[in-house]
């Protein structure tokens, strides 16, 4: 009896010695009462040295490595090690828990800090990414999180004066964060010239964005913003660990042991060199500082702890020491004092007083020491070290008596004998030494049993004896001195031990686990006199046991705090206390001993005692002695939740599936039928295993749950009313304090728990993501604002939830057994409690964690015989029901009974309808109200108690055990079930719906059947043996036993009901002769257990299906098999078909037919629906026949797990259901085609999507498909090959320039056009101007704001705020990649407000994520950045009414939809949206919860719900012939009406969610774009249409969408596309596939272009004028457009027809030359735009064109490798007079010398050539090439720009270069998207240059524009035009 019960004594921790100086750093710190905190081990300490007293957290589970104080100095956070570490914020004072932060990190928590006003505090993991993470710790929430470093980080700080700004540091680097949104961005230190690039230790903020930091060679590195300003030299002679700001300046201390402090500006101000004071030695070294006032804390590297009084400071005072460097092993108590001894490998032994907590000796030995022993008289000290060898010290000086080494390996243990004459010494080596301590330690014997190295040495009380442990965990037995082994049992028995500290033997068995072989116990000692036993081991833990404990798995006491391997444990001299002592973590504990009689004194023991206590689950829950538990309780607790298949799989399953299902449904599938089912009443209850899950509402309706279904019963009425939004077994269901809203949990992979109105019958919230495998608990808080709910995985988590926020507040392990009940405190909110399984917990919250404290029984009372399993507390006492069937009426304090009843059949009102089954039922529920006491059975019935005593039965169904057995009357509305429950009943099913008859069976049946005339009722058993009963009273007429399994199906024949087939498991059929009794047939031949019969019309033929999934044919009544083709199957009429095989129902077999098994089917009797029921609990109707596979069904959901049986009733009215497990029989009703009211049927689909495509548009597929690439992974635009230049060898010339003096001075480069002027280089370039909008392949991106002033816009990666009368621009330029949706916020308290998405790649949260911009339309501050989970990037956004919400939509294969608060940043619920592209999706105008996404096909209707979102499909069904399209663009009408435009030009008008009207043709092409105007409800849609006289692109609605205005776009074009609509005062805002933003007026429809661009590039030409702020630019669409700049405007544009690549202007800006993609080539004169000549000598594209400067040459570059020159001045004939060979691969640029003689060309292949002028002979002679001045440089490649080719151009390319015309500065673009800036010439490699971001992948060209006032550059990917303003350096 006594191992089974833990001992009733308790251990205490009372001091710690040490302190964690390595491996961490400032972690050390004065709170605000003057105490000092710290950590050590697992344990965070409190030490106040006024009182010289120390207070402990023990939150822990693992060594901490982290601190930070909060602001106020009260507050801690601590971090910890670990494979799921967490941080825990504590109060210093109270050592209580606040706030746990778990989940995110995982290794370990390397760096805390908190910020200025201590809201939030940082974090850093010991991950691969060194993630930091940003905390609302309160709130126990996650704010942000990112990416740290490749490398570690050392440390991070909140800047103290900028809000939402961070420094971290570490290994060689230093970043600055900031926090905006959810989104923490790092920018890189530069280090620059200023000082090496090197590691960063430690760090401070100070104002005026300075940041000081600690370097690794003790520099002090000082940075301004990003920068690093100055550094201050030498501030210590080594690594600077630690600096601490203060009021008065700052504290460093480091490696060098010296601490320094510095005034606010880094002044020096006085250096404390601790080794150079009195308590210093060498190697000293600093770990951490904390300066308060006059007051100095120093942590060492060694473990101690200074404080130093500034005034004295070569005095500092030692408070705290400890081991230091490697394991602590060696323990000794004194015999005789309050003495510990300990020795570690650090080699010092040191001496503690344990009665004043202070180290008293040290001495220090030569080598590292593993054991120690004090001789019985308390002189001799010894010391068994790791060499081998043993010293013996006297106590009383640590002098040397004498140092023997006989051994070669560790001396791990040594012990004096009682009598103080020898001494013991067990090596490594396994031997044990035995020396006379007389004889100056001689050795005397040895002893050499032992196979392994030695653990523990015992001696006996004589000193005859010695008794050893080894490494194998054998015991042993000596004889001593002389060692002798002792084998006889007998010898031994009698043997009292002295001590007893050995893990093997007989009295500490029960130390070890039951069935454990690991020897991980590395200590113990036992108590004789307190009859106690304590243990070490590797796990961190103490434990208590009683001694002795002989049993395997004795109960025992835990106590944590050491971090890893505890190595020893010993009791003081006199049993006070208990030192242990950690191996890893150097420290030593001294817990107080509380023996059991102080325990009764303690109940006030402060409160850290209680969490002493905590988390020993294995033992204290499991103190109770009750013996047995209660037979239903064993049951319950055996019942497992787990599904082969959750329903959440089933989509991925289909998609597995998607495959087999494409070859399969070439065939034309049957609609699904017209026919729909609505649950109409439901017999069943689950009581079985659930409890307290019976309500009453505020009306008096009565709630509960069976299956999974909530049911709303009515019993004045006998109605149900049902909530359907479970798809699985509903396990717990509880009632709001307050209102009638009701929460309930259901079994799922991650479960959810849905709180509903009763009256609505509406989803309020849904809950999830913090279960597995189901909810077994849920109760709300006494003011309905919280819920709490347990789960059923295996540690049973505890959750408490803000239920209509849908948060979790905090989360918490529950009990490794199973939790039955779960209660809030209805007076204290934070209270809850759980009881399960032999435990009760009380629980408080403390942020995120609950902790629970042990609360003592005050007394228990008698009140039922067995189990009580309800309890319901009144305002007046108590009421509860037990196994015993009783009610029983409590008064308030459980002292007396005041009432009983008995729930019995003669109870029952004589009204009451239905039967109860058997007296005293067990009783699973009680719920009070209105007068009576509702009552729920485990039989599965509600009773109602009236307080006076009558009983009325509400509701019954089936109990424990599978249904299956179902049959319908041949002409009443009744039906039998039968089941493993041992019952036959019969149901009512017309409007009293109860049972009409019952009768207990001797054995569960499986099937059933009415006779045809309805008088009998055949019932088939599960031993083999079935019955024929009367179908009115069910006595029996007949019985046959012929079989030995179960009976599965059992039929009449048809008509006269001749023969009965009887169908059995055993793959026989026997068909007996009704009248005669007797069998007449057998059918042989199934290889399976037969699963259904059905006979035909004549009652000659039997269909069979067996479980192999045959499906067979016997003749009756001689049971003859038969084959028939499955074609003739069809054309017999059968009698009944409920077969699932053959032809006629292959479609009935869903996608994913292996895991799934349709169990049952029925055919109406008109045989035109069938109804299936399969085991994932669908009830699917189709239509009959249903051929080919996978047919379209409707499908409702209702039963949990498998529908085990479906009939229809007699007349076809309804549909009865069996579920299997879930014992329910639901009854449905029919409703015809005709019949439906406009009633969200539940849910109609099929398990794939329609076959008929959603049509076809080529700009819809264009965007359907378009892969968008991030920059940072872009590839070169031309087919380039070769080596780049940066990384070709140069070839040396072959004259070296002779010495400068003789030779003239080298020419310019370049010709410059302003030689009179001074040169200035441009130091900056800034936007001024984009021509471009991005309307190819996004939408609804084009918004007027400031009442139709300003428009905004986006292209390429830059937001265009453009203003109409002006045409100026502003620009939002922080996205780092395409912009690829806009939306702007229409709140009124949220003016101006834009939020706009981009493209990323995948969603790893790091700078490169995709991400959401909200920002300021008007001074551009960003407000919040919210990188999201959309991989690939974001498509859609849209603010809700009230502006607080933001719905985005992704790209990534799931097309997420998430919705955030954006203002903090915060995700409140992400779900997949849908398999294919969703194009739009957008909230309703005036709701937060409701929205709509469009999409390929699709469109879905969806609902917030806490932190849940809830879609309904669009249904089609109510109009012939709709058909799901693609749908494009959404707009919105009062009373819910929803829009939307469609792929084929339709419009489709929503109500709810179902399709009630069509717009046809609202458009004559794809609906793009729809607008609702708020203010008065009108509709704007647009589309692709060609201009006609009545259509238009463009049409203004009425707010019905019945009658419109069309607009015609006067734009030219051939078509227009309309891809943005947008209406403002009395003006229509359009944005269009051709790149043009068109202002409408509503009145006049005149049309008033704003904004134009190119409509597809590359733009790859790009010319500008000679003299004028003009340019040309050509395109892939095939024009050319002038620009003008300082009218911000197009002047002109011409359509060649084809392609243009390449333009250039004459040198007198009176000609324009194009070149096209196809080979030609044109010259235009500018004044009058006609054609002065055109030429095609080539086939390919034409790169480059050029005027010489003299205007008489034209030269031609072509991609057939060639340059073409042709002579101007013989006219327009353009002849050819030659052309350049042997050029290497494809022109890219060429360019002009000055004097027009020679053209240097740019080659695909990284070569660039220069050719004479008009020879083209090709110049080889460096010198000659170096002395040519050039006209203009566009050239990427040569010697003097060998500088812009970057280092990451593996995979891109610069693609373009130009100098400006001063000569000395020099732009190029390239295929990330940059424009650079660089000095002319650049020949260093990666020469210094600014960048500028805007434009998407690949600049395309570049060029200065006249005078050097503006950079013009031309995209690929964006078509759009960047005009760059140039900031020159001023004179």
């Known amino acids: 009896m006594a191992a089974r019960s833990a001992p009733s004594c308790h251990l205490r921790l009372e001091w710690v010695y040490g302190y964690r100086g390595h491996q961490c750093r400032n972690n050390l710190y004065y709170t605000a009462a003057k105490e000092i905190v710290y950590f050590v081990a697992g344990v965070g300490v409190v030490y106040s040295p006024r009182e010289h007293r120390q207070k402990f957290y023990r939150g822990h589970s693992d060594d901490i490595i982290s601190l930070a104080l909060h602001p106020e100095r009260v507050l801690v956070a601590t971090g910890q090690v670990g494979k799921e570490p967490y941080i825990c914020i504590w109060d210093s004072y109270t050592v209580q828990t606040i706030s746990v932060l778990k989940d995110v990190h995982t290794h370990g928590i390397a760096c805390l800090a908190f910020d200025l006003d201590g809201q939030r505090l940082v974090s850093v993991g010991l991950d691969s990414k060194n993630a930091v993470c940003v905390w609302d710790w309160k709130r126990g929430k996650m704010l942000s999180m990112a990416p740290g470093h490749t490398d570690r ?65 003790g520099d002090i590195y000082v940075w301004k913003g990003i920068n690093l300003i100055r550094t201050i030299q030498g501030a210590h002679a080594a690594g600077i660990f630690s600096m601490n700001a203060c009021e008065e300046g700052f504290a460093t201390g480091g490696r060098d042991g010296c601490i320094r402090l510095w005034d606010l500006t880094f002044k020096p101000i006085t250096v404390i060199d601790l080794r150079e004071t009195d308590q210093g030695y060498k190697g000293l070294s600093v770990r951490s500082v904390c300066w308060r006032g006059d007051h100095i804390l120093v942590g060492t590297q060694d473990s101690e702890i200074f404080e130093i009084v500034v005034q004295e400071r070569n005095k500092p005072f030692l408070i705290m020491q400890g081991h230091c460097e490697g394991e602590l092993w060696a323990l000794a108590v004194h015999p005789t004092k309050p003495l510990a001894v300990t020795g570690s490998d650090d080699r010092s032994v040191r001496i503690w007083s344990l009665v004043d907590h202070a180290l008293i000796a040290r001495c220090n030995m030569e080598e590292p020491i593993r054991c120690a022993a004090v001789n019985a008289d308390g002189i001799h000290l010894a010391l068994g070290m790791k060499d081998g060898s043993f010293t013996v010290l006297r106590v009383r000086d640590m002098t040397e008596v004498v140092h023997i080494k006989d051994r070669k390996e560790a001396i791990h243990e040594l012990k004096y004998s009682p009598d103080g004459t020898y001494l013991a010494v067990g090596c490594n080596d396994s031997s044990v030494d035995i020396y006379g301590v007389a004889q100056r330690y001689k050795k005397v014997g040895e002893c050499l049993g032992s196979l392994s190295f030695i653990t523990h040495l015992d001696w006996s009380s ?22 002798k082994e002792v084998t006889s049992t007998e010898e031994i028995k009698g043997v009292h031990w002295a001590s007893w500290t050995c893990v093997s033997g007989l009295e500490v068995n029960g130390i070890w686990p039951k069935y454990s072989d690991i020897n991980d116990i590395n200590s113990v000692d036992g108590n004789y006199i307190g009859q106690v036993l304590v243990t070490a081991d590797d796990y961190g833990i103490i434990k208590l046991f009683r001694y002795p404990c002989l049993r395997k798995g004795a109960k025992f006491r835990k106590y944590i705090g050491h971090s890893a391997h505890v190595t020893n444990v010993r009791w003081s001299h006199d049993y006070q206390w208990v030192i242990s002592i950690g191996g890893a973590d150097h420290s030593v504990f001294q817990w107080k001993f509380i023996p059991e009689r102080k325990l009764k004194d303690a109940v006030h023991i402060a409160p850290q005692e209680s969490l002493a206590d905590s988390h020993s689950d294995e033992s204290d829950s499991d103190l109770s002695d009750v013996p047995e538990l209660d037979s239903e309780i064993e049951q319950e607790t055996q019942l497992t939740y787990r599904r082969q298949v959750y329903k959440e799989d089933l989509p991925q399953l289909k998609e597995q599936c998607k495959e087999k299902q494409k070859s399969a449904t070439s065939k034309r599938r049957e609609r699904a039928p017209g026919n729909s089912i609505r649950l109409h009443f439901v017999h069943g209850y689950r009581g079985y295993d659930c409890r307290s899950n019976l309500f009453y509402t505020q009306i008096g309706e009565i709630v509960y749950h069976v299956a999974a279904v909530g049911v709303i019963y009515n019993r004045q009425q006998n109605t149900q009313r049902f909530y359907l939004g479970h798809d699985d077994d509903i396990l717990c269901l509880t009632i709001h304090p307050l209102k009638d809203y009701v929460a309930t949990g259901q079994v799922g992979r991650d479960p959810s728990i849905h709180i509903w109105d009763t009256e609505t019958i509406k989803p309020l919230s849904i809950l999830k993501g913090h279960h597995q495998y189901g909810v077994s608990a849920v109760d709300f808080s006494a003011d309905g604002k919280r819920l709490a709910s347990v789960g059923i995985d295996d540690s049973h ?182 089941s493993d429950d041992k019952t036959l009943r019969i149901w009512d099913l017309s409007p009293s719906h109860c049972m009409l008859a019952v009768r207990k069976l001797k054995k569960g049946g499986r099937c059933c059947c009415f006779s045809p005339d309805g008088k009998a009722l055949a019932v088939g058993l599960n031993d083999g043996s079935f019955l024929m009963a009367n179908a009115d009273t069910l006595e029996d007429l007949v019985s046959f036993h012929h079989r030995k399994d179960v009976i599965s199906d059992i039929r009449f024949s048809p008509g006269s009901g001749k023969y009965l087939a009887v169908a059995s498991h055993d793959s026989f059929i026997d068909i007996y002769n009704v009248m005669s009794s007797k069998r007449v047939g057998i059918c042989k031949g199934a290889t399976s257990y037969i699963t259904h019969i059905d006979w035909d019309i004549r009652g000659k033929l039997l269909q069979v299906n067996t479980g192999a999934k045959e499906q067979l044919f016997f003749e009756a009544p001689r049971g003859k098999k038969q084959t028939i083709p499955s074609v003739e199957v069809e054309k017999i009429a059968w009698a009944s078909w409920t077969s699932v095989l053959g032809l006629c129902c292959e479609g009935i077999w869903p996608v994913i037919g292996e895991v799934t098994d349709v169990t049952a089917s029925c055919l109406t009797s008109d045989k035109m629906v069938l109804a299936t029921g399969d085991d994932l609990g669908f009830v699917k109707l189709f239509r009959y026949p249903t051929k080919g596979k996978f047919g379209k069904f409707k499908r409702y959901v209702a039963h949990s797990t498998h529908v085990t049986n479906v009939r229809w009733t007699y007349d076809d009215s309804m549909l009865v259901t069996l579920g299997g497990t879930d014992m329910s029989l639901m009854v449905w009703t029919n409703e015809m085609e005709g019949y439906r009211e406009k009633r969200p049927c539940d849910s109609e689909e099929s398990d794939i999507d329609s076959e008929e495509d959603g049509g076809y548009d080529s700009d819809v597929t264009r965007e359907n498909e ?25 070839e040396p010339s072959i004259d070296e320039r002779p010495p400068v003096s003789r030779a003239p001075p080298q020419p310019e480069k370049l010709q410059t056009n302003n030689v009179g002027k001074k040169k200035r280089p441009i130091e900056d370039l800034v936007l001024e101007l984009i021509f471009g909008y991005r309307g190819r392949d996004c939408r609804n991106n084009v918004h007027y704001l400031n009442d139709g002033d300003d428009i905004i816009y986006h292209t390429a990666s830059v937001g265009i705020l453009h203003n109409v009368a002006t045409g100026s621009q502003s620009f939002y330029q922080e996205h780092n990649d395409d912009i690829l949706c806009l939306t702007v916020n229409q709140h009124p308290k949220f003016i101006n407000i834009v939020a706009t998405g981009q493209v990323g790649d995948s969603a790893d949260m790091s700078a490169t994520a995709p991400s959401i911009h909200i920002w300021d339309a008007m001074n551009k501050q960003t407000l919040s950045i919210l990188r999201c989970y959309h991989s690939k990037g974001v498509c859609s956004v849209s603010f809700s009414a009230t502006g607080k919400l933001l719905l985005s939509v992704g790209l990534d294969p799931e097309h997420t939809i998430t919705i955030w608060r954006w203002q903090e940043g915060a995700k409140i619920a992400s779900r997949a949206g849908h398999n294919q592209r969703i194009f739009v999706a957008e909230f309703r105008p005036d709701s937060d919860t409701q929205f709509v996404s469009v999409g390929v096909k699709h ?64 458009h004559n092409g794809p609906v793009f774009a729809m607008y609702t105007t708020l203010r008065d409800g009108l509709i704007v849609t647009g589309g692709k249409e060609r201009p006609s006289k009545e259509g238009g692109a463009v049409k203004l609605w009425d707010q019905e969408l019945r009658r419109c205005r069309a607009f015609r776009l006067e734009t030219g074009q051939a078509t227009d596309c309309v891809r943005s609509v947008c209406r403002g005062k009395g003006k229509i805002l359009v944005g269009t596939r051709n790149a043009e933003i068109i202002e409408v007026g509503e009145k006049n429809a ?234 002319f010439p650049c020949p260093e490699k990666f020469a210094k240059h600014k960048r500028f971001l805007g434009h998407s992948p690949h600049v395309t060209n570049i060029r200065f524009t006249s005078g050097d006032r503006h950079v013009v550059s031309a995209g690929g990917d964006d078509c759009s035009l960047f005009v760059w303003k140039c900031v020159h350096t001023p004179h």
């Open 153 to 217: 980080i050392f440390d991070i700080s909140w800047d103290l004066y900028q809000p939402n700004k961070l420094v971290s540091c570490g290994v060689k680097h230093i970043k600055f964060w900031s926090l905006c949104g959810n989104a923490l961005t790092p920018k890189r230190g530069v280090f620059g010239k200023t000082g090496d690039l090197q590691t960063i230790l430690c760090l401070a903020c100070a104002r005026d964005e300075l940041t000081y930091s600690g370097a690794l060679n």
């Open 462 to 483: 004589d000193s005859r004896y010695l008794q050893t442990n080894d490494g194998n965990g054998k015991r042993l037995f000596y004889r001593m001195p002389g060692g």
């Open 797 to 978: 988590t505890v959750v408490l939830w803000d239920w209509k926020k849908g948060e979790k507040l905090s989360i918490a392990r529950g009990s490794k057994d199973k939790i039955f009940v779960v209660k809030m405190n209805p007076y204290v909110p934070d209270k809850l409690i759980t009881a399960g399984i032999k435990h009760m917990k009380f629980w408080r919250k403390a942020g995120d964690v609950c902790i629970w404290r042990d609360i003592f029984l005050v007394k228990t009372v008698k009140a039922h015989d067995g189990p009580v399993f309800s309890m319901h507390a009144l305002e007046k006492g108590f009421v509860t029901g037990g196994k015993d069937g009783i009610v029983a009426l409590w008064d308030d304090s459980f002292e007396r009974c005041l009432k009983t009843y008995a729930i019995k059949r003669a109870a029952l009102a004589p009204g009451s309808k239905g039967l109860l089954l058997e007296d005293n039922p067990s009783i699973r529920a009680i719920s009070l109200g209105h007068g009576h006491i509702l009552v729920g059975t485990k039989n599965g019935e509600i009773l109602e108690v009236d307080k006076s005593g009558p009983i009325t039965l509400l509701v019954q169904g089936h109990m424990e055990g599978e249904v299956w057995g179902l049959a319908t009357h041949p002409y009443l509305p009744i039906c039998a079930t039968v």
């Open 1266 to 1290: 378009i892969s968008y690439t991030i920059r940072a992974l872009s590839t070169n635009i031309r087919p380039m090959l070769g080596i780049k230049p940066h990384l070709q060898q140069k």
């Open 1499 to 1562: 469109v879905k209707f969806w609902t917030l719900a806490g932190r849940a979102l809830l879609s309904k499909k669009g249904l089609l069904s109510t109009l012939e012939d709709a058909r799901m399209q693609t749908m494009l663009a959404i707009a919105f009408g009062a009373n819910n009406l929803t829009f939307t435009g469609t792929i084929s030009g339709d419009v489709c008008v929503w109500k709810d969610h179902i399709l009630c009207r069509i717009v046809a043709r609202a």
């Open 1646 to 1879: 005149a049309c008033n272009i704003l904004v134009n661009g190119h409509v597809d590039g590359p733009i790859w030409g790009l010319a500008t004028h000679p003299s004028r702020d003009f340019f040309l630019s050509a395109a892939e669409d095939g024009t050319v457009r002038l620009w003008d700049i300082a009218d911000k405007k197009m002047l002109n544009k011409v359509n060649l027809g084809h392609a243009a690549r390449t333009v250039c202007y004459s040198p007198e800006g009176d000609m324009v030359a194009i070149g096209m993609k196809n080979g030609e080539f044109i010259i235009l004169l500018v004044s009058s735009l006609k054609i002065w000549g055109k030429k095609r000598d080539r086939r390919c594209a034409i790169h480059d064109i050029r005027f010489s400067p003299d205007s008489r040459y034209l030269a031609v570059g072509s991609s057939e490798n060639s340059v073409d020159f042709y002579d101007l001045t013989l006219g327009p004939t353009l002849n050819r007079i030659s052309y350049c060979k042997d050029i290497p691969s494809f022109v890219i640029q060429m360019d002009f010398s000055a004097d027009s003689s020679y053209l240097q060309v740019s080659s695909g292949c990284y070569k660039r050539h220069v050719y004479e002028v008009p020879s083209g002979k090709h110049l080889m002679d460096h010198a000659a090439i170096d002395r040519i001045t050039w006209a203009t440089w566009t050239s990427i490649l040569g010697d003097e720009v060998l500088g812009i080719w970057s280092r990451h151009a593996e995979k891109a390319d610069v693609n373009c270069a130009c100098v400006s015309h001063s000569g000395i500065s020099l732009v190029t673009g390239d295929d990330f998207g940059m424009v650079k800036l660089f000095d």
